[in-house]
């Protein structure tokens, strides 16, 4: 008989991630584009979110160690509550710190939680799910987070503009209180491994064991996780930095109006991985992961009009519109390629090693982040009046990576992949 997809178990992470992923969201909007406008510097911004990505790459493989060891329900409660702690501190502290320093430790903390909050709930779906659900389970949760993504930077972006930052960082403490309670209730099947040793032991062993099963029992994820980091570095980051700096600081808006349609501009990317999600849903059965590759070359194409957009229309709503038709389509397939690429890897990963793994391919494919996120940065600095240039020179890297990934999944049968 076959399992069915939103059980009650599953159904509670559902639930309390969309509590959870909605704070976080307006969170994670907010604080950097205070840092923004109280500063005008994308070096500084990039600085700062290169810093933030840092601990997320560092804990992740201890996320996948705890969610291989401890009940995935008790991780998520406990750094649900641990979130909620953080924010809390933020409030107390504002007006006692420098606020670079604040932020910085603040998004630090906050991106370093979230990089071991994902290996567990990313672990719990080969527990609440058949195999032949596996597509379609990471398209709900990727959905799930789109949407989350959806509302809280709009949300935000209008609460923001309006009252500031000290009633979103409430709503976010709110919202990490409300998903803990829920996720109380969740039941997780997982069978207690035996832990024998220090934790640095511990985590060497677990660290290798996964590594060797990347290496050599399944190489093209090896492959793929390069082909990820750059698409991480020369790609994603453009978006991370670029986004919100060419909204709210390049076209000429005034700053309320500009804060508004930075946090609209966030919701049409979340809108498209709601779109991306749910396509990859319906789609589960003729996804193809060797033609995963087509994909990227897809979002790569969309950042050239970005581009000659900046370089030849004068009109900054017009450039704006442009703009967010292109992160839509981006996202939109950037959310297939994420959905096709992480089912891959739990259809092809034992149970026993699924978070390891997940968490290791985490910590690899995000490496390249902070890079990306200083390197443009800088560059958006050093080309300012002329950030068209960037722009281009991302799209011709983010081609060529493309170009790569068709060659690396190209290799993968569908017998393979998601049989």
């Avoid at 992740?60 to 969610?67: E, W």
């Avoid at 501190?89 to 006692?96: S, V």
């Avoid at 999600?277 to 790569?300: D, E, P, S, V, Y």
Wanted: aromatic residues 10%; glycine residues 8%.
């Amino acid at each position: 008989m076959e399992k069915k997809l939103f059980t009650k178990d599953f159904t509670l992470v559902v639930i309390g991630q969309i509590i959870s992923l909605f704070g976080n969201a307006a969170v994670r909007f907010a604080l950097p584009l205070y840092l923004l406008n109280q500063t005008g510097s994308s070096a500084l911004y990039g600085t700062v979110m290169a810093c933030a990505f840092i601990p997320t790459i560092v804990l992740s493989p201890v996320g996948g160690m705890i969610a291989d060891r401890v009940n995935k329900r008790n991780i998520m409660v406990t750094l649900d509550f641990a979130t909620a702690g953080v924010l809390l501190a933020f409030l107390l502290l504002q007006n006692r710190m420098n606020l670079v320093f604040l932020i910085t430790l603040t998004l630090m903390l906050l991106f370093g939680i979230a990089g071991a909050y994902q290996p567990a709930v990313q672990a719990s779906i080969p527990a609440l799910t058949a195999r032949e659900r596996y597509m379609q389970a990471n398209a709900v949760i990727n959905i799930v987070s789109s949407f989350a993504a959806l509302l809280g930077p709009v949300f935000g972006g209008v609460l923001y503009s309006v009252y500031g930052l000290l009633p979103i960082l409430e709503m976010g403490t709110v919202c990490f209180l409300l998903s803990a309670g829920m996720e109380i209730f969740i039941r997780i099947p997982y069978e207690k491994q035996e832990t024998v040793g220090s934790i640095r032991k511990i985590m060497k062993q677990d660290l290798a064991e996964s590594l060797q099963f990347i290496r050599r029992e399944k190489p093209v994820i090896g492959e793929g996780l390069i082909v990820t980091c750059c698409v991480n570095l020369f790609f994603s980051a453009v978006i991370n930095v670029g986004l919100p700096y060419l909204v709210t600081e390049v076209l000429a808006f005034a700053p309320s109006a500009a804060n508004r349609l930075y946090g609209y501009a966030e919701g049409v990317l979340a809108a498209g991985g709601i779109v991306g999600g749910i396509g990859a849903g319906i789609l589960a059965q003729k996804l193809q992961i060797r033609k995963a590759g087509n994909l990227l070359t897809a979002a790569a194409v969309c950042l050239f009009p970005i581009g000659m957009a900046l370089f030849w229309i004068e009109s900054a709503m017009a450039v704006y519109l442009i703009m967010t038709a292109c992160c839509f389509v981006i996202m939109t397939a950037a959310t297939i390629f994420s959905v096709q690429i992480m089912s891959f890897v739990q259809a092809e990963t034992p149970q026993s090693l699924v978070g390891k793994v997940i968490s290791v391919c985490m910590m690899v494919s995000m490496c390249a982040q902070p890079f990306g996120n200083a390197m443009y940065g800088f560059l958006f600095e050093l080309f300012r009046g002329r950030e068209a240039v960037v722009l281009l020179a991302a799209g011709a890297a983010s081609l060529v990576v493309a170009a790569a990934a068709r060659k690396v999944f190209s290799k993968v049968t569908d017998q393979g992949a998601l049989s």
